[in-house]
């Protein structure tokens, strides 16, 4: 093949108003949902590589043809989360998707340097937080719009109602991509796992802003199992990918991970032929190798950057180049789970005595709140999770004692032994050293125990069972 031109990735919010790319994108996909389920790169199937449950497939019909159990297990329900292959995995999921639509788009007659767009939901202004217009209407000139799915959070508004700490790019702030399955630092791109995974903690880019996002556009991108045949799914992880770039170009000395393990490790796709191959994360480090770039990729933080990087991954504390974050030691933990409804619900985690000086003493020392073993028969769901509110307050007029949110997208997957996913639930950790330092200078720091709140953000049904299996607070 001749060299091809880089193709380049914009944010979808900046097109000028005579720009094709979203008219193209809109007859790729109505082309590939022409396409049956059989076909690897019709819609559904596309969709299912991320996920399939017979029973939440929206478009279902009795008695169709499907892939073979085996083709089925092999390229289906692939998608890893909660796994420092999430960035790589999606990177290559989405490089031969768009590869398909562009092969769709060239057989129509269009540009052979599309890309798709991207949705970057977390720069100013806040009206960027709707979903792009062209993803809002039923219809278009009287026929349905390919870019519209039903069951999105706000309809045909598009107001999906993002809050800033939903779409919070504070990840990029992690030094290292590799986390700790031991309660520290989750890592920008998360712990260290084999396929698939189970139960070890989500990485800070797949919490905030990937999971909140996916749960508040919600319908079917809040599982799984549906999430990719909402057509803003890609364009969702476009931004994503990007985000990967900007964290490479800011952290500077540190990187993606050296490891074999995560290098070599070969996931299995078809391309744009229709043919099967392979790929590997050492393949997916270097996206103008694979053919595309992005229109930006500069620090959000580059203004008021050098103290808020500062104030999260001190010099010093950074653990070096493509190391896992530094093991943590257990400060305290409850001894009983925690219910998540409709209200808020409280615990109180009791420190252990030569914790408590250790945390009160040691300024160098990072604390982590885990959350962990999130459980229950909800795809999604998302609550607000606050540290030490005042006696009686209520915490949604404390800001400042917020800790993150604790997106539960794949919870139902994560929760059944079944999946390839595990069976011991989501487990979110949350870095919450300036909040305690901050406590600790005006005086209000409890070094006995703290009390941590989870406030509905976006409440898991009624009835859904979902329990917290231990709220515990590591130093490292
Ligand atoms: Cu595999 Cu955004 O999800």
Same mark, same amino acid.
């Given at each position: 093949? *001749?060299?091809?031109?880089?193709?380049?990735?914009?944010?979808?919010?900046?097109?000028?108003?005579?720009?094709?790319?979203?008219?193209?994108?809109?007859?790729?996909?109505?082309?590939?949902?022409?396409?049956?389920?059989?076909?690897?790169?019709?819609?559904?199937?596309?969709?299912?590589?991320?996920?399939?449950?017979?029973?939440?497939?929206?478009?279902?019909?009795?008695?169709?043809?499907?892939?073979?159990?085996?083709?089925?297990?092999?390229?289906?329900?692939?998608?890893?989360?909660?796994?420092?292959?999430?960035?790589?995995?999606?990177?290559?999921?989405?490089?031969?998707?768009?590869?398909?639509?562009?092969?769709?788009?060239?057989?129509?007659?269009?540009?052979?340097?599309?890309?798709?767009?991207?949705?970057?939901?977390?720069?100013?202004?806040?009206?960027?937080?709707?979903?792009?217009?062209?993803?809002?209407?039923?219809?278009?000139?009287?026929?349905?719009?390919?870019?519209?799915?039903?069951?999105?959070?706000?309809?045909?508004?598009?107001?999906?109602?993002?809050?800033?700490?939903?779409?919070?790019?504070?990840?990029?702030?992690?030094?290292?991509?590799?986390?700790?399955?031991?309660?520290?630092?989750?890592?920008?791109?998360?712990?260290?796992?084999?396929?698939?995974?189970?139960?070890?903690?989500?990485?800070?880019?797949?919490?905030?802003?990937?999971?909140?996002?996916?749960?508040?556009?919600?319908?079917?991108?809040?599982?799984?199992?549906?999430?990719?045949?909402?057509?803003?799914?890609?364009?969702?992880?476009?931004?994503?990918?990007?985000?990967?770039?900007?964290?490479?170009?800011?952290?500077?000395?540190?990187?993606?991970?050296?490891?074999?393990?995560?290098?070599?490790? *070969?996931?299995?796709?078809?391309?744009?032929?229709?043919?099967?191959?392979?790929?590997?994360?050492?393949?997916?480090?270097?996206?103008?190798?694979?053919?595309?770039?992005?229109?930006?990729?500069?620090?959000?933080?580059?203004?008021?950057?050098?103290?808020?990087?500062?104030?999260?991954?001190?010099?010093?504390?950074?653990?070096?180049?493509?190391?896992?974050?530094?093991?943590?030691?257990?400060?305290?933990?409850?001894?009983?789970?925690?219910?998540?409804?409709?209200?808020?619900?409280?615990?109180?985690?009791?420190?252990?005595?030569?914790?408590?000086?250790?945390?009160?003493?040691?300024?160098?020392?990072?604390?982590?709140?885990?959350?962990?073993?999130?459980?229950?028969?909800?795809?999604?769901?998302?609550?607000?999770?606050?540290?030490?509110?005042?006696?009686?307050?209520?915490?949604?007029?404390?800001?400042?004692?917020? *800790?993150?949110?604790?997106?539960?997208?794949?919870?139902?997957?994560?929760?059944?032994?079944?999946?390839?996913?595990?069976?011991?639930?989501?487990?979110?950790?949350?870095?919450?050293?300036?909040?305690?330092?901050?406590?600790?200078?005006?005086?209000?720091?409890?070094?006995?125990?703290?009390?941590?709140?989870?406030?509905?953000?976006?409440?898991?049904?009624?009835?859904?069972?979902?329990?917290?299996?231990?709220?515990?607070?590591?130093?490292?």
């Amino acid at each position: 093949m *001749a060299t091809a031109p880089v193709r380049t990735r914009k944010d979808v919010y900046k097109l000028s108003a005579t720009d094709k790319t979203l008219e193209w994108y809109a007859k790729a996909v109505a082309e590939m949902q022409k396409l049956p389920i059989t076909d690897p790169r019709s819609w559904r199937y596309q969709a299912a590589i991320h996920g399939y449950l017979r029973s939440m497939d929206p478009y279902a019909k009795q008695g169709e043809p499907m892939p073979t159990q085996q083709e089925q297990a092999k390229f289906w329900n692939q998608c890893q989360h909660s796994s420092w292959f999430f960035l790589s995995w999606h990177r290559g999921y989405l490089l031969w998707f768009e590869r398909i639509c562009l092969g769709h788009i060239v057989r129509l007659g269009g540009p052979s340097d599309w890309a798709l767009p991207y949705w970057n939901y977390s720069r100013a202004p806040a009206t960027v937080r709707m979903l792009p217009p062209a993803f809002r209407p039923q219809s278009v000139g009287g026929k349905p719009n390919p870019l519209f799915v039903a069951g999105r959070t706000g309809g045909t508004s598009g107001n999906v109602g993002l809050d800033p700490v939903e779409v919070s790019v504070d990840c990029l702030k992690r030094a290292n991509f590799v986390g700790t399955s031991s309660g520290g630092s989750p890592g920008f791109g998360g712990p260290q796992t084999g396929f698939n995974h189970g139960g070890g903690p989500v990485g800070a880019c797949e919490r905030t802003p990937h999971g909140d996002v996916h749960v508040a556009v919600g319908g079917l991108m809040g599982a799984f199992e549906t999430a990719g045949l909402d057509p803003i799914f890609w364009l969702h992880h476009c931004n994503i990918d990007r985000l990967w770039e900007v964290w490479r170009k800011r952290s500077g000395s540190t990187g993606d991970p050296t490891s074999t393990n995560w290098k070599n490790l *070969a996931f299995s796709i078809h391309d744009q032929n229709g043919a099967v191959i392979t790929f590997k994360s050492a393949d997916m480090v270097s996206t103008t190798a694979n053919g595309y770039k992005y229109d930006d990729i500069s620090d959000p933080f580059a203004v008021s950057g050098a103290s808020v990087l500062a104030s999260v991954e001190r010099p010093g504390m950074t653990e070096g180049e493509a190391k896992p974050a530094k093991a943590a030691e257990l400060a305290g933990a409850t001894d009983e789970g925690v219910p998540l409804g409709q209200e808020r619900s409280s615990t109180r985690v009791a420190i252990a005595g030569q914790a408590r000086s250790v945390l009160a003493s040691a300024a160098k020392k990072r604390v982590f709140l885990n959350i962990e073993n999130i459980t229950g028969d909800a795809p999604s769901g998302n609550y607000s999770v606050y540290v030490n509110v005042p006696e009686g307050a209520e915490p949604a007029e404390h800001p400042d004692h917020f *800790a993150g949110t604790i997106p539960l997208f794949g919870l139902n997957v994560a929760s059944s032994e079944e999946a390839s996913h595990g069976g011991s639930g989501l487990t979110h950790v949350l870095e919450i050293t300036d909040l305690v330092r901050r406590l600790q200078r005006e005086g209000t720091w409890n070094e006995a125990d703290v009390d941590v709140d989870f406030v509905p953000l976006r409440p898991v049904p009624e009835g859904a069972g979902v329990r917290i299996g231990r709220v515990s607070v590591y130093h490292a």
